[in-house]
């Protein structure tokens, strides 16, 4: 009995709490909470519903990206439906990220509406995820390029300049020779990503603005910004909470990034992103079964 209860119990969920703890009691022991909330407080309200507005434009690229995906697996929904599943997911990523999570309940959803077979969901949902690293990967290499950190050695910069180019050629390549199939779209939807990724740029931008950060370090909190989307992507605390923090924190150490600010600067994020996975919360999908005609997977 015991070992069927051990066997049972969500050691994941267990070890996402823990590191969520455990992530935000630091940051917690790094900040001055009231300063933090100070900050917080002074961002103008027109600045919020803004970034709120373009951080939801943003996801409509992504539904599309993901619809793509999907219509070369055979999968073919409307792009309203897309969209409304991609809130969906969003839903479950914030609120439930200890069990079915976000990805898991497009691919539950789908396979039970259409019955289509589950290898032709989970590749377009990973793919998805790898594309949207990829673009995070491009624009962090470009931000590179304006740091006063980079050596001044000629192949060293040559490299930086022509490194979004050389690693763009190289999932190119890569993406063909792993999913052929993909190949017609892989242009389209890395651009795609690369709007999402740049449309989130500019609410950070905004953001920086309504907290007062001189422009000239907005290149810094950029890339740190960047580099901790990355970080989020590992399943390591409930909905990303705290990690994004620590980059930012860590980051302070090194670089001329204030850590109350970029602390402030991640709550309004995390905080916006909260505001837009609400949507899943209350919208309704409506996805049909295929006609014979439409099942014909796109060459």
Not at 18 to 40: A, N, P
Not at 41 to 46: K, N
Not at 48 to 61: Q, Y
Not at 93 to 113: A, Q, S, V
Request: hydrophobic share 50%; net charge positive; aromatic share 12%.
């Amino acid at each position: 009995m015991l070992k069927k209860l051990v066997r049972k119990f969500n050691w994941k969920l267990l070890f996402k709490i823990v590191f969520t703890v455990l992530g935000v009691g630091w940051v917690l022991s790094q900040i001055d909470i009231k300063e933090v909330g100070r900050y917080l407080s002074d961002v103008p309200v027109a600045v919020t519903i803004a970034c709120i507005l373009i951080f939801n434009v943003s996801k409509i690229f992504c539904a599309i990206r993901l619809n793509m995906f999907f219509k070369k697996e055979g999968v073919f929904i409307s792009e309203k439906e897309s969209l409304k599943l991609y809130y969906k997911g969003m839903f479950y990523n914030i609120m439930l990220p200890g069990g079915i999570g976000g990805d898991g309940y497009k691919g539950y959803y789908l396979h039970n509406t259409l019955h289509v077979p589950v290898k032709n969901l989970v590749r377009p949902i990973l793919w998805d995820r790898i594309t949207g690293a990829l673009s995070i990967v491009i624009l962090i290499f470009a931000l590179i390029n304006f740091q006063t950190f980079i050596p001044d050695q000629l192949a060293l910069k040559l490299f930086l300049v022509c490194s979004p180019l050389l690693i763009y050629a190289a999932s190119m390549v890569a993406s063909n020779l792993i999913v052929p199939s993909y190949q017609s779209v892989f242009h389209a939807t890395t651009m795609l990503s690369l709007l999402n990724q740049l449309s989130q740029g500019v609410v950070i931008i905004l953001l920086l603005y309504g907290l007062k950060i001189p422009v000239q370090l907005f290149d810094e909190y950029l890339l740190v910004f960047f580099i901790s989307s990355i970080a989020t992507i590992l399943p390591l605390t409930l909905g990303g909470v705290g990690i994004r923090e620590v980059v930012f924190i860590k980051a302070a150490e090194i670089s001329e990034i204030e850590q109350d600010t970029a602390v402030a600067l991640s709550v309004l994020f995390f905080g916006i992103t909260v505001i837009s996975a609400l949507v899943g919360s209350i919208v309704k999908l409506n996805v049909q079964p295929p006609t014979v005609e439409s099942t014909k997977i796109s060459e």
